[in-house]
């Protein structure tokens, strides 16, 4: 489904991103882990298209279309889908309207008839049962004055309104409570099936108990420097940080 | 120092054509009618007028908003016989409105395209026609010729039409009364209009002004002032929707005088169109228990200037204001925002709120704000303040990434940045209609 190859990307003419490779199969969950500034964020935003991002190598390729040349929105458009670390308060717009602009913009683009009010607002109901998301919150502006686990939760929704084919959760998990962790695994869990894909950034293993993954990578200083199953999570949990550090300065030392 | 002030006129006076020619024109032959009371005021407001002049930009009041080049490089045709050229009034047309229907051909009154006749408790006629009320003598020049804006002088020298509206005691009207003008004249033609507005006790009442330009209309300069009244216990919803081509120039003066227990709603709108407009509206709250806001919403483009200047004048106690503008400026154009809020020394209790937005889209636009707070009471809540911003960047690739357009999220956004403007449109309809205005007026980015 997803293809990445030699990424290198830039901000600010910074390098982050130093010859990323990445191959992600519908039907799979890919793990993303690394020590904060290690690019993780950075990844996603390329991904998705945020404009500051440079990519100055590779290629990245979307069920074989190279997702690079595309606009944000048609990005959107393809299935491609990131759950910000950091989701934007907008006042003035409520979730529900841009929930129904957005869902008809990506129906519109795939030929289909924007949803009938009902029919909207039944899967409206159907998916905040789904992620437990307040009806109340639905309503009110985008975003604005949620507390730091209703934005990540309203992301969550918003993922299983539009169905992506792909989904990059970043650092979903932050600022989560263990309950809320929970609501919000069981909702990606449900929406999984072997036809979509995600990848799940995390600095935690602790979502990974719940969200279980097929592949975990660790992401350091711009490039995957371990690839491995689950159980890589688990070692990087009880070593650290500092033990892939350390082994991989000393490989490029060598 | 009074040598330099007379030298300035001067010069005033002799670099401005429209200044000589209406001197030349009027000087000791200004209009005249029945009753002659008028024609001392008249005399007054022209000696006002003469000795003043046009303002430059010199005057703080005019600082940001020259209209010397108006003034002075085009010859206008005073008197505009309204030739009966086809008016098409469908550029006003609001969807879903259904009024009573006032239309106004460069300022005169025009009885077969207008429906608001015969309706309980509504007049409505031609000003002339009003000179012989009792109304008109009391509120006349009462309160809009004692500001010093010199085109409301101009205006109450020479004015020959406009607009009466007067909505009976305790009369609360079923339609909103739709005042539509049109600027038609195919010559370049200066028209200074007047209108009276006045609101009985108890009366309710909603008006709503489109400013709009006829096909084939040429450069037009219009000096139009509004006075208004609303007495105890009334009500009114004021909108004013300007709508008008490019060849369109507008110096609009509002003056609102209220009294005790009344509310006064203005909805001020302008839109990409209209190359200059200056709006003054003053409201007077001339008694206590009054109620007043004044919104406005304006998106500019091209190489337009909108200046909104308000005046809130507390003079009683327990009243309460609230004023929110909201401005959007495309391209080269410029948005001018200035305002007063006046609290006198008997107006203990005053409530007072003023904010003002700015978002500049055009790298190249300007937005000129200044709100300016004489406090002479201790007991009052007032607040002020006024934020500058650009587009949202983050917002807006949130929306992107969700999969809109990037046409359309700049629309949200726009609209998102007017909601705490649009929000408090008490008619829905004229709301989406100022909604739907705001989209048509954005620019791809
Ligand atoms: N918009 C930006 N402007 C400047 N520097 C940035 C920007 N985004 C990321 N960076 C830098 O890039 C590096 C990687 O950041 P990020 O991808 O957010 O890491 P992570 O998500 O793994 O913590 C960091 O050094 C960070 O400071
Ligand atoms: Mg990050």
Partial sequence: ?254 | MLDEVATDIMITQVSDSLYTQLIKTYGGNLPSSEPHSLDEIRKQAFERFKSTGFPTVKQEDWKYTNVQPLVNRQHYALDTETLSAAIAIDKAIIPGLDAYRVVMVDGKYNADLSTAKDIPGLSVMPIDQAFERLCFAKYFSEYADKTDNPFVALNTALFTSGLFIEVGKNCQLQKPVHVIHVASASKPSFTQVRNLYVMSTFAEAEIIESFITNEGAAHSLNNTVSEIVVRENAKLQHYYLQVAGSQGNYLNHTEVYQEKHSLYNNYNCSFPGAAFIRNNINVRLGDSEVESHLYGVTLTADNQLVDNHTIVDHRKPHCESYEWYKNITQDTSTAVFNGKIFVRPDAQKTNAFQQNNNMLIGEKSAVYTKPQLEIFADDVKCSHGCTIGQFDNEALFYLQARGISEAQARVLLVHAFAFDVTSRFANAIVREYVEHLVEQGLKAG
């Fill in chain 1, 1 to 254: 489904m997803l293809s990445i190859r030699n990424l290198h990307a830039s901000v600010e003419a910074k390098q982050i991103l130093k010859g990323l490779d990445l191959e992600v199969k519908a039907g799979e969950v890919h793990a993303i882990m690394g020590p904060n500034g290690s690019g993780k964020s950075t990844l996603g935003n390329v991904l998705a298209g945020r404009e500051a991002y440079e990519v100055t190598a590779g290629e990245v390729l979307l069920d074989g279309k190279d997702l690079l040349e595309l606009s944000p929105e048609d990005r959107a458009r393809e299935g491609v889908f990131l759950a910000f670390q950091y989701p934007v308060e907008i006042p003035g717009v409520s979730n529900i309207n841009f929930l129904k602009t957005a869902l008809n913009e990506v129906r519109a683009y795939k030929g289909l008839p924007p949803l009938e009010a009902k029919e909207f607002l039944n899967k409206v109901k159907e998916r905040q049962k789904l992620v437990e998301f307040d009806a109340k919150l639905a309503n009110r502006s985008l975003n604005e004055g949620f507390s730091g686990g209703e934005k990540k939760r309203n992301e969550i929704f918003q993922l299983a309104m539009l169905e992506p084919k792909l989904a990059i959760l970043d650092e979903t998990d932050s600022g989560l409570d263990i309950d809320a962790l929970r609501i919000v695994a069981r909702g990606v869990n449900q929406l999984r099936s072997k036809d979509n894909a995600f990848i799940v950034i995390t600095h935690y293993q602790r979502l990974l108990d719940y969200i279980v993954p097929d592949f975990v990578h660790v992401l350091y200083n711009g490039r995957i420097v371990r690839s491995g199953t689950k159980e890589l999570a688990l070692e990087l949990e009880e070593k650290g940080y500092d033990w892939i550090k350390e082994t991989v300065d000393a490989e490029g030392a060598v």
